[in-house]
Each structure stands twice: as C-alpha cells, then as structure tokens.
C-alpha cells in the first residue's frame, strides 16, 4: 500500500494553492457555461468540444516550447490509458454538466459536483489511500455547508425544486465521471507528469467529443455574436487549460483526499459569481454554509498540515 505523506511542507503549500486556483477557476464554468446553454448561444458537446480543443492546443503550444522532453516522454500504453480516462473526464464530465445546465441552475450543478469526494473517498480506497476520522469529518462539515449555500437546507426545513431532476440527474453523472477520472488518473500522473497528462487528456477528449458530434443525430448551435465567442474561448483557457492544469499539479503534491475537499471552495465561489452576473441572492443561509465550507477545508488540511511538518522534519 503506498505511504499518502510523500511530500515536504513547500509541496504541500505550492499543493494548495494550485488546488485552490482549480477550485475557483472552476466555479466560474458553472456561470458562463449555464448563461451560454440557457440563452441557446450553443449546443453542450459543442461547447464541451471547442472549450477542449482550444484549451489542448494552448497547453500543447506551451509545451512544445517549454517542456517538449516531458510532453513527448509519453509511451503508447499512457496514450491508450489517457484516450479511456479522457472518455470520463473530458467527454463525459464536461458534455454531462452541459446537458444537465439545460434544466439546473449553476449553483445547483455546482453543488452536486461537490459530491465527488464522497466518491472519489471509496474509489481511494482502491489505490492505497487514506483518511483519517478528521478528514472525514472535514468532509462532512463542508458537504453539510454546501446544503446551505445552494438553499437546499432552509428555514423552513428540506427543499428541493422536483423540475430540476432532470438536469441534476445528468450532473450527477458528469460528477461520478470526473470521480472516475480523478482516482484512476493518479497513476499516470505519477508516471508521466501533470503537464503531459493533462494536455493529452485534453485533446484526446476533443477528439472523442468530435466524434460524438458527427454521429449524434441532432442539430448543432455554435456562437454567432463575439461576446458569446468571448465566454467560449474563457472557457477554453481558464476553467479548461488552467484549471486543470492546476488539478493535476495539486494531485502531484497533496493527498486526493485534500485535494477534493479543496473543492468544496467551488460553489462558495459560484454563489458570488451567479449573484453578481446572474442577479441570484445570496441568503442568510447560504451564508453560514460558506462559513461550514471554508470551516470543514481548514479542519481536513490541517491534520495534513501537521503530517507534512513531521515527515519534513524527519
């Protein structure tokens, strides 16, 4: 079984921040991503296709240039391996969260992709990591705060808007795709770097999500006005290339089990986001659950804080 604490205190600090800037990063695809859909400014697999293109080709530029011997250091089993996992986390995850946007709010998707650490936790288990009764109750804190946060938990007790099924369904199943993703894509992480696999994820999904275009038998919107060009190629390099870039290099320095409750700081993000762009209020409940989020990412990054301090020292 492997030993989760590898890592110094300057890996775990540089593993944070890369962890946090995937998180926020991420918060603004939920908003852009649900104004495109829902104004009909483009169709979800072409969305998920374009956004996956242009984000590949800027990481393989970048690394054609700066880092081409790790780049090309790939063998053909890692490409194999990549085009299955790029099945999950590209093109069913990214096309999945679109689809469901149709019929969801931004904030709601948000949320149910926070599930992902209670599955990424048992897929772990497959791979040698571990938690501790700590992180386990990080974890719970944080999903409880996200009740709060997208309204799900209110004054007047549980409430669920039963039109959104549909959609929340969907986005249920794009976060059990990235959770797929995530747990079996840290052995080719480990192997060839986050640089590389994140670039060749990126356009192998692109390639899927084409071919997925041009045999599904529905029509097709692509963007006509340059403001929604503008959001499409946000999209592309933000929330795509950088962002996942940072998730890979999160997952190379910090435990998944971190790395994920990290991610609770998403919907604290969108539900400022989708008020400022989108006019959504944010409530005395939603409020407190932001406290929970940010009060149950604490509690689980610090016992891993304190580890971190101990193997550094030894």
């Known amino acids: 079984m492997e030993n989760p604490v590898t890592h110094s205190k300057s890996d775990y600090a540089v593993g944070v921040f890369w962890s946090f800037v995937s998180a926020f990063l991420w918060s603004t695809t939920f ?75 931004a904030i709601n998707s948000s949320l149910i992709m926070q599930i992902n650490p209670v599955i990424i936790f048992f897929l772990g288990v497959f791979i040698g990591e571990r938690i501790s009764i700590l992180q386990i109750t990080g974890i719970l804190i944080s999903l409880f705060g996200c009740l709060f946060v997208v309204d799900v938990i209110t004054m007047k007790g549980f409430a669920y808007e039963m039109n959104h099924l549909a959609g929340d369904l969907l986005v249920f199943a794009s976060a059990c795709c990235w959770a797929i993703y995530s747990v079996f894509g840290k052995s080719v992480v480990k192997r060839v770097g986050g640089y590389a696999a994140t670039t060749w994820t990126m356009l192998l999904g692109a390639f899927e999500l084409l071919i997925l275009l041009l045999i599904l038998p529905v029509a097709h919107t692509m963007p006509v006005t340059f403001s929604a060009w503008s959001i499409v190629l946000y999209l592309a390099v933000f929330p795509t290339a950088v962002a996942f870039f940072a998730w890979f290099e999160a997952m190379d320095k910090i435990e998944l089990s971190l790395l994920n409750v990290m991610q609770y700081l998403t919907p604290v993000s969108t539900i400022f986001l989708a008020w400022f762009f989108l006019g959504e209020k944010i409530t005395l409940f939603n409020t407190l659950g932001i406290i929970l989020v940010i009060g149950g990412v604490m509690l689980t990054g610090y016992r891993k804080k304190e580890t971190a301090h101990k193997v550094s020292a030894d």
């Not at 400014?41 to 081409?68: C, T």
């Not at 011997?69 to 053909?76: P, S």
């Open 31 to 105: 908003v852009s991503g649900r104004f495109l859909i829902s104004n009909n400014q483009i169709d979800p697999v072409s969305l998920s296709f374009v956004r996956f293109i242009i984000g590949g080709a800027i990481l393989m530029l970048y690394g054609y240039i700066f880092m081409r011997k790790q780049l090309f250091a790939v063998k053909v089993k890692d490409i194999l391996q990549m085009g299955v996992l790029a099945l999950f986390g590209v093109t069913g995850m990214s096309a999945l969260l679109f689809l469901g946007q149709r019929s969801t709010s």
